[in-house]
Nanobody
Framework: QVQLVETGGGLVQPGGSLRLSCVAS????????IGWFRQAPGKEREAVSA???????YYADSVKGRFTISRDNAKKTVYLQMNSLKPEDTAVYYC???????????????????WGQGTQVTVSS
């Protein structure tokens, strides 16, 4: 079992930046695939990015070149740096983790066993 806590959400103007953090309760982050998902009002939850135990990183096409995922194993934390934010990035952002995640499943919500409570990101002028 692992608990995940997301922080860093807020209100930002279009073109601005935010950095989300996902802190895990266990010092096993090296062994987990960690993903970021988001859900906008009235829409299904979608994958945004993931960092794998293989050190590979993955991004949805909609955020490539604007978002960067990274991990600090000593701090048990995964970050999502979001730049050049757009109104369509507005959503609740969730951190998720799994110990057996395969790289090919990084974007599959059903493959993640542990989820955080989410943090709201609003991009608006």
């Amino acid at each position: 079992q692992v608990q995940l806590v997301e922080t860093g959400g807020g209100l930002v103007q279009p073109g601005g930046s935010l950095r989300l953090s996902c802190v895990a309760s266990r010092n096993l982050i090296d062994y987990y695939g960690i993903g970021w998902f988001r859900q906008a009002p009235g829409k299904e939850r979608e994958a945004v990015s993931a960092t794998m135990s293989s050190d590979a990183t993955y991004y949805a096409d909609s955020v490539k070149g604007r978002f960067t995922i990274s991990r600090d194993n000593a701090k048990k934390t995964v970050y999502l740096q979001m730049n050049s934010l757009k109104p369509e990035d507005t959503a609740v952002y969730y951190c998720a983790a799994d110990s057996l995640l395969l790289d090919s499943n990084w974007d599959k919500e059903s493959m993640y066993d542990f989820w955080g409570q989410g943090t709201q990101v609003t991009v608006s002028s």
